[in-house]
């Protein structure tokens, strides 16, 4: 049931003869393909190669043998000197074992696949999508990104070359980022259309770069009209007569075997210690060298006779079982076994891909056994499959699986060691370590508390750096004069830190008890959504500082409500120059970055939402980087700006009254070219001279009191938030254009909507006016008593879609700042 021909039958005539598939081209392409029918919208038919080591157990021999011979006449199609020069990259999951063995053959390049594992601190160096693919998101995770930068050819290797999607998106992708001359595009089988056979020529004359195919065998594929839709009817007429069912065994030729499954699987496993290299990589998902080749090529005698040794005696029949993207170092585990012992070896690999399977001398995929996942994949649990090893008869098998895959999934009971236990007398574990690479950070580690902030050190890391020492205060009226003249940028200087009075103090507590409950309830809310629609462990980046303590409210919310230990961090985001790269870049390194949540304390216009997406955007195309998700997480979004949000009402969130005192005695941000170079962290400064007025704990602890008894309520208004059309009106942007012409300012930056801009208004800058919502109440009276103790008027207005809007005049006011954080003049 192995081979390309069973009993003189082909191993695609079953669907030949069924849906009239048929397979033209070189008379070798029977002897390396079959066919197979899965359940899949874009294309029912899949090709089975019996040279891959994927789906049909096969000599390793030979299937490495075909990978090193294609290696061998690329090197010398490129000659000596390109060949030096050249990177191998191929694709996950199916070719990442041959892609490898392409690059043996070729001899001293360097070999990285794609893969669908996202690795927690390794930041993607670039992606792309697989058309037909059951799954299909690639990422690439070169430990070193100068792999993918050079000018040497790029070697391309996939088991088929069939539309050329594949190819044609992952050549774009890099080519937009690192132009190369040459391509060679290398496959077991060249089965393009008619239709799709000039794609690769027609992008050779867009980029000017030379592209060359290799291939073992070249043919097409004539499908017949309607094949799709007969496919599937195919599939669900002979799919298993107990779909979902793991364990269920699907081949008849199976079911003795099935019969006779030992009672406990725990005592037929026997797990041996490879004594794999310190530091080898386990595979190309990061990269291997020419020289982790010669590693390999040493310890592989003796880790292999160390599973020989756990053989039985009288196995004549072995086989070694990798897993999905594990493919190489299983291949060479096995072509080594099989040079040193008496035994009949053959090689696979477990797949993500579903497949139907028939018991049929003239179909590929005989038998399947289906278990669940077992790595912990990003996109969640699912089963996988392990074919024509069921009814197989071998006398044992040894599977190979890296550490992030040694999990109780594989020993569970319905587990992949516990399924092959049904089907051999002996079955032998070897365990490969995860390869993560060690890339040392030219960054700091985030500051924390006490050292740096009132914060305990767990609730918030500061991805900042520490300028306490540095004086940047100065008055406000010299502050602004010193941005009017000179077109400096606010963020160079700081203000001096507004000292409450007692009576805005006392105001200040007054807000803080009354609104304890309305802001646990939005905490909650937000924070719910966040965890039902972001990520089930997001990593919170609050944006200093405004979002910090919201930042830290969420954080213990999810402590409190779902025992989650969450991540914070706060960064650095400025007007006119975006958020901190090297924020980012310590992010991407240490996180997926499709986890991070950006979170701040409210929207007004939704400025920095628009600064915070096209910042986003700009850093992944300068970097490479992809996954972070702009979108801000806000406890209120009374300007319609973001779908993440507790609430949309505009009333006072009392931190929002205070500066450093209620956000862990942190200044606002700083970033100015004598004190930020291009690989530090924006600064700030850490007023410890402030903790006798401190009430940053304070404030968090009011809040997070109240959470127990708004419990039921969150759950309510999470459930109504997400099941809402949650939209962007952007009506805040929209009221604010209409203000700024009303009031003859022209410039929408001066016009600050909402309770916590308008605050922020008073405290920073030489604000003209205030507008208020005719009626607005007890929300007010800290703006009340702000404006009165610098003498800005206060005009209610009876149509204001905020409770109210702080006014900044460069009429009236010096150094009042635009877009770009510099002065605007009239």
């Given at each position: 049931?192995?081979?390309?021909?069973?009993?003189?039958?082909?191993?695609?005539?079953?669907?030949?003869?069924?849906?009239?598939?048929?397979l033209q081209g070189d008379d070798t392409l029977k002897d390396l393909l079959g066919l197979a029918l899965r359940r899949n919208p874009k294309r029912a038919h899949l090709l089975v190669s019996h040279v891959l080591g994927k789906h049909i157990p096969q000599s390793p021999s030979v299937v490495y043998g075909h990978g090193f011979a294609l290696g061998r006449r690329v090197r010398d199609l490129l000659g000596p000197e390109e060949a030096a020069a050249a990177v191998v990259l191929g694709y996950a999951e199916t070719a990442t074992g041959l892609g490898h063995s392409v690059a043996d053959g070729v001899g001293l390049a360097p070999y990285l696949h794609s893969t669908r594992r996202p690795v927690p601190g390794v930041a993607p160096a670039g992606g792309f999508e697989e058309s037909h693919s059951h799954a299909t998101s690639h990422l690439l995770l070169p430990e070193d990104p100068a792999l993918l930068a050079g000018d040497g050819p790029l070697i391309l290797v996939d088991d088929e070359f069939s539309t050329g999607n594949t190819v044609l998106n992952t050549v774009r992708d890099l080519h937009s980022r690192y132009p190369r001359r040459?391509?060679?595009?290398?496959?077991?089988?060249?089965?393009?259309?008619?239709?799709?056979?000039?794609?690769?020529?027609?992008?050779?004359?867009?980029?000017?770069?030379?592209?060359?195919?290799?291939?073992?065998?070249?043919?097409?594929v004539l499908l017949p009209e309607g094949v799709l839709e007969k496919g599937q009817d195919l599939v669900t007429r002979f799919e298993n007569p107990c779909p979902g069912a793991r364990g269920c065994v699907e081949s008849a030729a199976t079911a003795a075997w099935a019969r006779q499954a030992p009672t406990d699987p725990q005592l037929a496993i026997e797990r041996v210690d490879l004594h794999w290299p310190h530091g080898l990589p386990d595979g190309g998902r990061h990269g291997f060298t020419p020289a982790h080749r010669i590693r390999l090529e040493t310890a592989l005698p003796a880790m292999a006779a160390r599973l020989a040794e756990a053989l039985p005696e009288d196995a004549h029949h072995v086989h070694v079982l990798g897993f999905e993207e594990l493919m190489y170092t299983p291949l060479r585990l096995a072509r080594e076994l099989e040079q040193i012992t008496a035994a009949d070896v053959r090689y696979s690999t477990t797949t993500r891909s579903p497949v139907l399977a028939v018991d049929d001398p003239g179909y590929a995929i005989r038998s399947?056994?289906?278990?669940?996942?077992?790595?912990?994949?990003?996109?969640?649990?699912?089963?996988?499959?392990?074919?024509?090893?069921?009814?197989?008869?071998?006398?044992?098998?040894?599977?190979?699986?890296?550490?992030?895959?040694?999990?109780?999934?594989?020993?569970a009971p319905d587990g992949l060691l516990a399924q092959l236990t049904a089907h051999t007398p002996q079955v032998v574990l070897a365990v490969v370590p995860s390869y993560v690479p060690e890339r040392p950070s030219m960054l700091p580690e985030p500051l924390r508390g006490p050292a740096f902030s009132s914060y305990a050190p767990e609730e918030v890391g500061w991805l900042l750096q520490d300028l306490s020492d540095v004086t940047l205060e100065a008055p406000t009226e010299e502050r602004e004069e010193a941005i009017q003249s000179g077109g400096a940028h606010y963020a160079e200087s700081l203000p001096v830190e507004y000292q409450p009075s007692e009576q805005y103090q006392e105001l200040f507590q007054t807000a803080l008890e009354e609104s304890a409950s309305r802001l646990a309830q939005a905490v909650g809310a937000v924070t719910e959504v966040v965890l039902a629609e972001r990520s089930p462990r997001p990593v919170l980046v609050s944006l200093a500082r405004a979002g910090t303590p919201v930042g830290v409210l969420m954080r213990r919310w999810a402590q409190h409500r779902h025992g989650l230990d969450l991540p914070h961090y706060a960064v650095s985001i400025v007007r006119g120059?975006?958020?901190?790269?090297?924020?980012?870049?310590?992010?991407?390194?240490?996180?997926?970055?499709?986890?991070?949540?950006?979170?701040?304390?409210?929207?007004?216009?939704?400025?920095?939402?628009?600064?915070?997406?096209?910042?986003?955007?700009?850093?992944?195309?300068?970097?490479?980087?992809?996954?972070?998700?702009?979108?801000?997480?806000?406890?209120?979004?009374?300007?319609?700006?973001?779908?993440?949000?507790?609430?949309r009402e505009d009333y006072l969130i009392p931190s929002a009254c205070l500066n450093s005192t209620v956000s862990g005695l942190i200044s606002r941000t700083v970033l100015?070219?004598?004190?930020?170079?291009?690989?530090?962290?924006?600064?700030?400064?850490?007023?410890?001279?402030?903790?006798?007025?401190?009430?940053?704990?304070?404030?968090?602890?009011?809040?997070?009191?109240?959470?127990?008894?708004?419990?039921?309520?969150?759950?309510?208004?999470?459930?109504?938030?997400?099941?809402?059309?949650?939209?962007?009106?952007?009506?805040?942007?929209?009221?604010?254009?209409?203000?700024?012409e009303e009031y003859g300012i022209h410039d929408v930056n001066l016009v600050k909507p909402g309770v916590g801009e308008t605050t922020r208004v008073l405290l920073r800058r030489v604000p003209w006016k205030i507008l208020a919502r005719a009626g607005a109440g007890a929300d007010l009276d800290h703006v009340r008593l702000l404006a009165e103790q610098r003498g800005v008027p206060v005009e209610e207005v009876a149509e204001l879609p905020y409770t109210c809007v702080g006014l900044i005049h460069p009429k009236y006011t010096r150094g009042a700042t635009g877009a770009d954080g510099k002065a605007v003049t009239l």
């Open positions: 049931m192995n081979n390309a021909v069973n009993n003189g039958v082909w191993s695609g005539t079953w669907v030949a003869e069924r849906l009239g598939v048929e040459r391509y060679v595009v290398v496959a077991l089988v060249d089965m393009r259309s008619a239709a799709d056979a000039g794609r690769l020529e027609e992008f050779a004359r867009e980029t000017g770069a030379r592209v060359d195919l290799v291939a073992a065998a070249a043919g097409t399947r056994l289906v278990f669940p996942a077992h790595d912990n994949p990003a996109d969640g649990p699912g089963e996988r499959y392990a074919y024509n090893v069921a009814g197989a008869d071998f006398d044992a098998v040894v599977v190979v699986v890296d550490s992030t895959a040694d999990t109780p999934e594989l020993h120059r975006g958020i901190d790269a090297n924020a980012l870049r310590w992010l991407a390194a240490h996180h997926d970055p499709r986890d991070v949540v950006f979170v701040d304390g409210w929207t007004g216009k939704g400025a920095i939402t628009r600064e915070l997406a096209a910042a986003i955007e700009e850093f992944e195309a300068a970097e490479g980087v992809t996954g972070f998700d702009p979108e801000i997480a806000v406890l209120a979004d009374p300007g319609s700006c973001v779908r993440t949000y507790g609430t100015r070219a004598d004190l930020v170079g291009p690989h530090d962290f924006h600064g700030a400064k850490f007023y410890r001279e402030l903790a006798g007025a401190d009430v940053s704990v304070d404030f968090l602890d009011a809040v997070s009191a109240r959470f127990p008894e708004v419990a039921d309520a969150v759950d309510a208004q999470a459930k109504e938030l997400l099941s809402a059309d949650r939209m962007p009106t952007w009506e805040g942007w929209a009221a604010v254009e209409r203000i700024s």
